[in-house]
């Protein structure tokens, strides 16, 4: 049996009632959220790390769903790292790390709870008590899951920033909370070169305060920093993590950043416990003996979501090069040497693949992998087609929704629910998600709002410096809808999606970079599964721009393979493409070759900014720190400059 059929059966007897098909107790889920809750809970035995248990009666799970504001298990304690340290006896490998050369290290489960108490020993010794904030400037290495683990034991609270942001990028976001310690590393390898971090790492201490202690990973040189290596020398400790409150901070993640300073969004311990256990082993079936390898950096959520492989006793894989270094089958070869069950990936990577050309099924030995995840943008439904061709026939394909705001997903593939080229399976178990009208009203069938109308235990605790609560409550419940009655507040998440007959997904696009061609509602996401399929194309980037007296400009921007160039028949076939497969009016003004695609740190196209900035909003202000290559934005500018209406 699958973890989520063994699930299922526990779930049917908490209701008294036979739950037979994945719909009906996701159905179930959602109209009875206490009782779900309370059955994963149970299910997977979480008495054992904690100080109380929840007691007969809804209140004792949700004392109150209103959102903001839910109060999810009133009066419970617990902590992070104790639901990852109970399986710590089991044999084998907690964590795999690789860098780009191929070099390996690992940490076996028996390795790993004292190496936690080294590292928590040594970030006490400088000073780090409950409550304080611990920040990390780091590649994804298994140092820093470590350090993190050693950081939520104390009660304290792990920020982590990824290297590839220089100092002044990092600080705009770390110093926000005036951390009592860093943790970096001297550097790392990508694209083939030696990335040297110590001056930067040192910068970024001094851009903390002067008080901050540094830690860090590798060689410091004359930096005065304490070396990781010495402090987890010590194998005598033993973890003795710290029961805090279900909702005390365990980590602070931020926005993006890209138009005003990045919000850093709170999660408390147990709400991400709960919520990362039921998406790792209930809709992704990782137990003990799976091996998860999601290729991410310490900016993006995705390695927050990684490290929840540990707490159902699976191994994770770190990874720290370039994905498409030496070339496009880097990431294949680990999936196939690391005997990977779950490798999680991005669209880009696959898309990569596919014009390079690689056949990773046959390349490689990849018969332990059972699902293949994707997030950071829609997965075209073409790609679903490549995988089925060139990985394996059948393979089950979890292209995953969520967002750093719930630090995990919302719908995706999940075991059981058949995977439908350009869809995502399922709304995820607990995730009372619809698709909304203008006015407010459930659609099936129909492009809307993706909203989320009833708590889930991780959506965030609060923000960072917001008192009164009033940059969170703006950021998702604020939202006024048209219709006459008044409407309960809900999360609108700004995505718009379809909910189809069969409880399956199709996400559109950003509803706040919505193409709305004279009054036709278009998602960019299409257009981009159709442009990004075509060979020379590697990426795309569509924008819609109100002009004066009504008129609407539509631009369609891409880069191409090397080789490739932009000619009349490259032109017309990408709007016949778009025309045949979409509609007329998805076909854009013109097609232009940038330089680059302008992007998130985390891989996310910067439509909203740009597109006002195509439109001479002169409010815009975009963040240095935020882009991937800021020096884009003045060429996007020129081209706003440039178009005449």
């Known amino acids: 049996m699958t973890v989520f059929e063994r699930f299922a059966a526990q779930f049917s007897d908490a209701v008294g009632r036979p739950l037979t098909s994945y719909d009906e107790v996701w159905q179930q889920s959602v109209t009875d959220l206490p009782t779900f809750w309370r059955t994963v809970w149970d299910f997977f035995a979480l008495d054992e790390i904690a100080e109380s248990s929840p007691a007969a009666g809804d209140d004792a799970v949700l004392a109150d769903d209103s959102m903001p504001g839910a109060v999810w298990f009133p009066g419970m304690r617990l902590n992070y790292v104790d639901a990852v340290l109970r399986h710590a006896g089991q044999p084998g490998e907690a964590i795999v790390g690789l860098d780009e050369d191929g070099n390996r290290s690992a940490v076996t489960w028996a390795e790993l709870p004292t190496r936690v108490a080294a590292g928590a020993q040594a970030l006490r010794d400088a000073g780090v008590e409950r409550g304080d904030v611990v920040a990390a400037y780091l590649p994804d290495v298994p140092e820093a899951v470590i350090a993190f683990l050693a950081t939520a034991s104390l009660g304290a609270i792990w920020s982590g920033c990824g290297q590839d942001y220089a100092p002044e990028g990092a600080a705009g976001r770390l110093a926000q909370l005036e951390p009592k310690a860093l943790v970096s590393a001297a550097g790392y390898r990508y694209n083939g070169k030696d990335v040297d971090k110590r001056a930067d790492s040192v910068a970024l201490a001094g851009l903390l305060g002067d008080d901050v202690a540094h830690i860090m990973v590798g060689d410091p040189g004359d930096a005065a920093a304490q070396r990781w290596s010495d402090i987890v020398a010590d194998e005598t400790g033993v973890p003795d993590p710290v029961k805090v409150d279900f909702d005390h901070p365990l980590w602070v993640l931020f926005s993006s950043g890209t138009t005003g300073r990045p919000k850093g969004i709170v999660h408390g311990h147990g709400g991400v416990v709960v919520e990362h256990l039921k998406s790792a082993a209930i809709q992704s079936d990782l137990e003990p003996g799976s091996v998860f ?336 290559d800021y020096a884009l934005i003045d060429w996007y500018a020129e081209q706003g400059r440039a178009h005449r209406w």
């Open 293 to 628: 390898f999601w290729q991410t950096a310490l900016s993006w959520m995705m390695w927050n979501y990684q490290v929840a492989g540990l707490l159902v006793g699976a191994t994770i894989v770190t990874y720290s090069g370039s994905p498409l270094y030496p070339d496009a089958d880097r990431l294949w070869r680990v999936v196939a040497d690391e005997h990977v069950t779950f490798f999680g990936t991005s669209p880009g990577q696959l898309q990569a693949s596919r014009k390079a050309g690689l056949h990773p099924g046959v390349d490689h030995d990849l018969s332990s992998l059972k699902l293949l995840g994707s997030t950071g943008s829609t997965l075209a439904a073409d790609l679903f087609g490549w995988v089925d061709e060139n990985v394996r026939a059948g393979l089950p394909i979890s292209s995953i929704s969520g967002g750093t705001d719930v630090v995990s997903a919302f719908a995706g593939g999940t075991t059981g629910v058949p995977v439908v080229a350009g869809e995502l399976s399922a709304r995820y178990l607990g995730v009372a998600l619809e698709s909304w009208s203008p006015s407010g009203q459930p659609l099936v069938g129909e492009v809307g709002e993706m909203v989320v109308t009833a708590p889930m235990p991780s959506m965030p605790v609060r923000f960072w410096n917001d008192p009164d609560g009033e940059r969170y409550r703006k950021a998702y419940f604020a939202h006024e809808w048209e219709g006459d009655e008044p409407v309960k507040p809900v999360w609108r998440h700004g995505d718009w999606v379809t909910v189809t007959d069969r409880g399956s997904l199709v996400i559109h696009g950003r509803s706040d970079a919505t193409l709305n061609r004279h009054g036709i509602r278009m998602g960019s996401a299409d257009i981009y599964e159709v442009v990004e399929g075509i060979p020379e194309v590697a990426e795309a980037f569509v924008l819609g721009v109100d002009g004066p007296d009504g008129k609407y400009w539509m631009p369609l921007f891409v880069t191409l393979v090397p080789g490739a160039e932009l000619t009349d028949e490259l032109s017309a076939r990408v709007a016949a493409e778009i025309k045949t497969r979409l509609s007329p009016r998805h076909v854009p003004d013109e097609m232009v070759v940038a330089p680059g695609i302008p992007h998130t740190r985390t891989g996310k196209k910067l439509e909203v900014p740009v597109t006002a900035i195509l439109a001479g909003r002169s409010e815009v202000n975009v963040d240095p720190k935020s882009v991937d």
